[in-house]
C-alpha cells in the first residue's frame, strides 16, 4: 500500500493553508513526511527555498517545523514553564537551572500569543484549548516558521475556537506559515487563505479559498468512481430486527439515536473519524451500557448491559481493532472461534476438543481462511484472515444482528472481495447487517441503506443508492 | 485442542524438560551426598512439608495465568489458622464443623481480593499486597500476637500427622486438589477464559467472556484453598498461630513461575507448577540432609532457589534472544 502518490504542495510564509480529504486520504502521511518522521520514497522537499534531503525529526524541528496535534503531547505533572523549558533549552553544560529566566521566556511567549495562562501552572490542571496554546507557544519559542496544527478545534468549545482563530491569525501576521487540517468545511472559509485537497494519496487540487465553495470542495474530496464491483443485493428485507429510539450514552458522547435495521439487510453506517459510529457500536454490544433511549429486538424492549447479554440477545459485534479486540493473537483460531460460543459447545464448561475442531474446520472451509490447521495461533495468519476468523467467532454465535466495525480495514484487495461477498451471503441468509466504515466507496457498493453520523447522532438516513457526495456533505454537516 | 499444547509446545516442552533433568539431578545428588534422603520416610517428609505451598502454587496458576498475582495467599493461611483455633476451642465447634467454617472464610477473604480487584478496577499486586498486611494484621490482633491454639484432638491432628493407604493424608488433599486444578486448567472453559484473559483482557471481553466474573473465580478459589492450607498446616504443627504461612506467598508464586507460567499471563500449566514446587520441596529437604551444609541449609536452599528461578526466566529467554540474533545478522548480512 502507497500511503501518498504524487503530492505537490507548497505554502508561503504568511498564510493559512488548510489541507481537507477523507480518512485515510493521506493528510497525517504527509505531515508526518514535512516533520521528518517518516522518509518520502520519492519527489522532493524544500523549506525556505532549499531542498532537504534526509529530513529528521530534528532537522526538521530546526529548520523551523513545529506540529501541533490534536491531542497536546505534554507532560502532565510538570509546569507550563518546565514543559516549555523541555522543548526549547538546550542542555547546558553545568546542567544548572535557571529558574528566572525559564520563567521568565515562558511568560513572554504566553503573552505573545495572548494565552492568559501562568507559567507555574501544572499542565494537568490546564484544559485542551490552554494546552494547545502552551504547544503553540513552544513552537513560537523554537522560531518556527511553519507551524502545522492537525484538526486543533476537533475537541475544542465555540468559544475556545474563537480563541484559537485569534492566534492563528496573529501567527499568520507574524509571518509564519500555517498548515491546518481540518474536517470542518465552515473553518477552510472562515480561516483560510488557500486549501489544498488530497484523495487516495494523491493532491487534487490547490486553489484560493475565495475561489472555492463548499460544494465544490465535497465534490473534490470524493470525486471518484467506485472501482471495485461489489455483489448485488439479492435480498428483500425482512422484520425488523433492531430498531433504537433516541439512543443516547454521555460517556460514548452518543446521542438521540434512532435507528433500524430490517432481517436480510445491509445498513452501512458513514461518517467521520470520530462521529461517534464505534461509540454506537459498543452501546448495542454493551461494553459502555446506554443510558438513555430505548432498544427493541424483533420487536421487544431490551437492556443490554455486557456484552454476554448482547451475545444473549443474538447481537455479534465484530470489533475495528481487530489485534486486540478481534482476536487473541496468541491463541489458536480454533480456540478463537469458540471463544463467544462457550456455553452452547462446552456443555457444563467441559472443553469438547473434538466439536471444536470440527467447527473451527468448517468455518476454515467455509470462509477460505488461509491456515496451516485450526491450531495455527492467531498471530501466524494475516490481516484479512485473522478478520476471517473474528467472523467466524461470531458467525458461531448464530446472530440475528451483525455489526461489523471497518470489516475490511488493513485487509488485502483479494480478502476485502471476499468479506464483501460473505457479507452479502450472510444478509441473504436473513441477517441483520449493521456495517460501519470508513471507506466509502464499500459503504456505497455494499449498503441497503446508509445512515450518516455526525457529532454522536445520526444526521441523515440515505437510500443505497446515493452518490458518494450525498454521503461526504451529510458527514461534513453540510445542509442542502 | 489445549491452547497449550501446538503453539507453544516447543517452549513448554523444553521448559518442563528442563525441570525434570532437574530434579532427576536434585534426586540423584542428594541421594549420593545426604544422609538418609532416598528413603520412603523422607519422601512422605518432602510430601508433608510441601502440602501447603503445592496447594497455594496451584491455585496461584489460574491466576497468574490471568495476568494478576495474589500475594495475600500466605496471609490467609494465617487468619484462616487462627480463626479455626478460635472457632474451635473458643466458640466450641467440633473440628470438622470449625473446618468447614474456615474454608467459608477463606472464601470471603478471596472475596474481599476479588472484590476489589473486579469492582473497584485496582491492580491486583495493589490489592493483594493491602490484604497481605489487612489479613495477617487481623490474625495477630485476634491472637493478640501471642496467643496460640493447641491440644487439638487427635482426630484433627491425624489430617497432618496421620496415614491413609499408607499416604500422608494431607497428600490425599493435595491430590484432589491438583487433579481438580488441572482438570479445571487444561479441560474446562474456566481454563480458556484464564488464558484469554491473561493474553489480552480487553480482546476477551469483546469475545463475550465474563471477565470479572471469572478473575473473582480464581481469586475465591484461591481464599478456599488458602484455607485448606491452614487446615493441614495446623494439623501438621498442632498449634494455629498468627504467624502460620508467614512469607509462603513468595515460595508459591516462585514454584508457579520456575514451572514455566508466563508473569505476564496467558501461557503456563499446571504440571508446570507441580514441578516447580517439586524442585523446591526437594532441593529444600535434601540441603537439610547433606552433613557438610545442614547448618547453614535453610540459607542456602532460599539462595539456590533465587538462582534456580532467575536461571529459569533467563532460559526461557534465551531461544527469543537467539532467533532475534539470527535475524539480525541476517538482515544486516541482507543488507551488505
Known sequence: MRALKGVSFDLHGGEVHALLGENGAGKSTLIKVITGAHQPDGGTIEIGGQPVRHLTPAAAHKLGVACIYQQPALFPDLTVAENIALRLEPASPTRRVDWPTRRERAAKLLHQIGADISPDAEVRALSMPEQQLVEIACALGA??????????????????????????????????????????????????????????????????????????????????????????????????????????????????????????????????????????????????????????????????????????????????????????????????????????????????????????????????????????????????????????????????????????QGVDVGAKSEIHKIIRQLAKAGLGVLMISSDLPEILGMSDRIAVMRGGTITAMLSGKSDAHDVMAAALGQTK | MNTDKRGFKSILLRHETILVLLLIAEVLYFNAAGRRFGTLDNGFNIVRHSVEIGLLALVMTPIILTGGIDLSVGSMLGLCAVLFGKLWRDAGLPPWLAGICTLVIGAACGGVNAALITRLRLPPLIVTLGTMSLFRGLAEAITQGTDAFTNFPPSFLFLGTGRVAGLPTQAWILLFVIVAVWLLVHRTTFGRSFRAIGFAPEGARYAGIPVERRIAFAYVLAGVIAAAAALTYTARFGTAKADAGFGYELFAITAVVLGGTSIFGGVGSVHGTLLGVAAIAVLSNGLSRVPAIMNTASELSGMLTGALLLLALAGGLLPKLFAARAKQSASSAAAK
Not at chain 1, 194 to 213: C, K, P
Request: include cysteine; charged fraction near 20%.
Open chain 1, 143 to 408: 522560531g518556527a516558521r511553519i507551524v502545522i496544527m492537525d484538526e486543533p478545534t476537533a475537541s475544542l468549545t465555540q468559544k475556545e475556537q474563537h480563541l484559537l482563530f485569534a492566534v492563528v491569525k496573529d501567527l499568520r501576521a507574524s509571518g509564519v506559515g500555517v498548515i491546518y487540517i481540518t474536517h470542518r468545511l465552515e473553518e477552510i472559509s472562515q480561516l483560510a487563505d488557500r486549501v489544498t485537497v488530497l484523495r487516495d494519496g494523491e493532491s487534487v487540487g490547490t486553489s484560493a479559498v475565495s475561489e472555492m465553495n463548499e460544494a465544490s470542495l465535497i465534490k473534490l474530496m470524493v470525486g471518484r468512481e467506485v472501482s471495485q464491483i461489489y455483489p448485488p443485493a439479492e435480498s428483500e428485507p425482512g422484520s425488523r430486527v433492531l430498531a433504537l429510539k433516541n439512543l443516547g450514552c454521555v460517556a460514548g458522547g452518543v446521542r438521540e439515536v434512532n435507528l433500524e435495521v430490517r432481517a436480510g439487510e445491509v445498513v452501512g453506517l458513514s461518517g467521520l473519524v470520530g462521529a461517534g459510529r464505534t461509540e454506537l457500536a459498543r452501546i448495542l454490544f454493551g461494553i459502555t451500557p446506554a443510558d438513555a433511549g430505548e432498544i427493541f429486538l424483533n420487536g421487544e424492549p431490551v437492556t443490554i448491559s455486557s456484552p454476554q447479554e448482547a451475545v444473549a440477545h443474538g447481537i455479534a459485534y465484530v470489533p475495528e481493532d481487530r489485534r486486540r479486540h478481534g482476536v487473541i493473537l496468541e491463541m489458536p483460531i480454533a480456540a478463537n472461534m469458540t471463544m463467544a460460543i462457550h456455553p452452547r459447545i462446552f456443555p457444563g464448561a467441559w472443553l469438547r476438543f473434538g466439536a471444536e475442531q470440527q467447527l473451527a474446520l468448517d468455518f476454515i472451509r467455509d470462509l477460505g481462511v488461509k491456515a496451516y490447521g485450526p491450531e495455527a495461533p492467531g498471530n501466524s495468519l494475516s490481516g484479512g484472515n485473522q478478520q476471517k476468523v473474528s467472523l467466524a467467532r461470531w458467525l458461531a454465535t448464530k446472530p440475528k444482528l451483525l455489526i461489523l466495525d471497518e470489516p475490511t
